[in-house]
């Protein structure tokens, strides 16, 4: 019997599970919504929606939070700028579940996981490097 223990197995092991997981979620930040099995979509959609929370937050403690999951500074402060310009108003539900199509081969639920507004990646001031140019006189 299972007595409480949470999650899906999804056939895998714990090892296996969590990088399946950071893989999906990561993914899902990048390009703003993925598709796959409804189980495993479920699965990722508590993890990703605290994740959203926590940038939408933006603190110190909430970034090193996200770090612990991607253990990538670059990334998790790209994550943090896209979400908090494009979904700052909002407090939850950040994500929606929307069921696509049946897969041909056995039969399971093809689903896609977004954000209900689309990621922007806001823009960032470049630097112009003005070069002087300097004019040489020619000695006769």
């Known amino acids: 019997m299972r007595h409480r223990i949470l999650g899906r197995q999804l056939n895998r092991t714990a090892k296996l599970r969590w990088s399946l997981f950071r893989s999906m979620l990561r993914s899902l930040f990048t390009y703003g919504f993925i598709t796959s099995t409804e189980a495993k979509l479920k699965s990722i959609l508590n993890n990703a929606e605290k994740i959203t929370g926590l940038a939408i937050k933006g603190g110190i403690n909430d970034i090193k939070e996200i770090n612990k999951t991607f253990d990538d500074d670059k990334f998790v402060t790209e994550i943090v700028a896209k979400i908090q310009s494009s979904l700052s108003g909002r407090t939850s539900n950040f994500l929606k579940?929307?069921?696509?199509?049946?897969?041909?081969?056995?039969?399971?639920?093809?689903?896609?996981?977004?954000?209900?507004?689309?990621?922007?990646?806001?823009?960032?001031?470049?630097?112009?490097?003005?070069?002087?140019?300097?004019?040489?006189?020619?000695?006769?």
């Open 97 to 140: 579940i929307q069921r696509v199509k049946l897969r041909q081969g056995d039969n399971a639920l093809i689903s896609k996981l977004s954000f209900y507004k689309d990621l922007v990646t806001p823009k960032i001031e470049e630097k112009i490097i003005i070069k002087k140019t300097v004019k040489v006189k020619k000695i006769k």
